[in-house]
């Protein structure tokens, strides 16, 4: 019994600091009902003027860009999930994927063959020859290439 009371007594507490915590409540200032609008403008102090609108920051840590720095870790495990997405079907975020591999690791081949296969099979076919060329940039020598060289031949 003596337990709860103590902890009755803690919580009672940190209740009455967090409200001797919380901000004062700020009064309006005082209405001016002898002046006109036009007044009140002069009035105002004049702030800085720039030529790029500040942007405040985003609130919600999830809805922030994500920061594509080289990771070719992460780049490899996104080919993994855009192959998993690709087993089911679902081309629209095996191309995502694939793509946002490409953006962490630029010299990642695999990720760009596959992006252009998903893409080909989105019917986009600008996007396909993109990945398509990219691959042929990084890898000429490998065995899908001539595979690839025939794809983009059709697509153009």
Known sequence: MSRWAIVLVFAAAGLLCAQDQTPPQQTPPPSTPD???????????????????????????????????????????????????????NHVAAASRYKWATMRNDGNADAWLKLGEAEQKLKDDKAARDAYTKYLELDSTSRKAAEVRKALNKLK
Do not use: C, H
């Open 35 to 89: 002046k006109k609008p036009a007044d009140l403008k002069r009035d105002r102090p004049q702030q800085a003027t720039s030529d790029k609108e500040e942007v405040p920051p985003e609130e919600d840590a999830t809805l922030s860009k994500e920061d594509f720095s080289f990771n070719p870790m992460q780049s490899q495990r996104d080919v993994t999930a855009g192959d998993w997405y690709e087993k089911k079907g």
